[in-house]
Nanobody
């Protein structure tokens, strides 16, 4: 069974940076793809970035390409999301999720509790 705990959210000014961490417990972490979703009130969860279980592929939503970097350290069972050049529209709750290699939230079976990111203008 996989469990995920996010950390690293907070308040930052536009143009600033944050690093989110997702600590993953469970024996199958090295075989699990992980995605970072974000959600703003009144909307569904949107995949911002994902990394395949074997690190052979990454995905970035168009608006974050060139600004966000996803990585994973299988030795530490942790996935990171480095966010730079943050914009007010990046504000939302960020969730990490474990599951299939997919952009659809329905394909991710295990979710963390979420961490708030607020970017002020």
């Amino acid at each position: 069974q996989v469990q995920l705990v996010e950390s690293g959210g907070g308040l930052v000014q536009a143009g600033g940076s944050l690093i989110l961490s997702c600590a993953v417990s469970g024996r199958t972490f090295s075989a699990t793809s992980v995605g970072w979703f974000r959600q703003v009130p009144g909307t569904g969860r949107e995949l911002a970035a994902a990394i395949r279980w074997d690190r052979t592929a990454t995905y970035y939503e168009t608006s974050v390409k060139g600004r966000f970097t996803i990585s994973r350290d299988n030795a530490k069972n942790t996935v990171y999301l480095q966010m730079a050049s943050l914009k007010p529209e990046d504000t939302g709750v960020y969730y990490c999720a474990a599951g299939g290699w997919s952009t659809s939230p329905e394909d991710y079976k295990t979710w963390g509790q979420g961490t708030q990111v607020t970017v002020s203008s």
